[in-house]
């Protein structure tokens, strides 16, 4: 069993910077595991963000957020982290960390429960 707990998150006008952090827990928690963000934004899908390695040998970004959001790991704390700067107004959604083993996040092993980051033009 995996657990993530999410952080940050907040209002913030177009342009600015918040960063997201992430942290790991449970029994079955290993660094095998690849760690994601996804966003769901009102009345869209949720859609996919970053998935990256703890090792750090792939990080995969969404077309729409590559050159602004970066995604970095600390495993001293079991926690990744995602900076979003240059942020948008479509930016604007309640953003999850998930933990997948193997399935291509087809079936994540766990979510978090949801951070809002919301946007001002």
């Known amino acids: 069993q995996v657990q993530l707990v999410e952080s940050g998150g907040g209002l913030v006008q177009a342009g600015g910077s918040l960063r997201l952090s992430c942290t790991a827990s449970g029994r079955s928690f290993s660094f095998s595991y690849t760690m994601g963000w996804f966003r769901q934004a009102p009345e869209k899908e949720r859609e996919f963000v970053v998935g990256?390695?703890?090792?750090?040998?792939?990080?995969v970004y969404a077309e729409s957020v590559k050159g602004r959001f970066t995604f970095s790991r600390d495993k001293a704390n079991n926690t990744v982290h995602l900076q979003m700067n240059n942020l948008k107004p479509e930016d604007t959604a309640v953003y999850y960390c998930?933990?997948?083993?193997?399935?291509?996040?087809?079936?994540?092993?766990?979510w978090g429960q949801g951070t809002q980051v919301t946007v001002s033009s």
């Open positions: 998930a933990a997948d083993k193997g399935t291509g996040w087809v079936r994540p092993a766990a």
């Open positions: 990256a390695s703890w090792s750090g040998s792939s990080t």
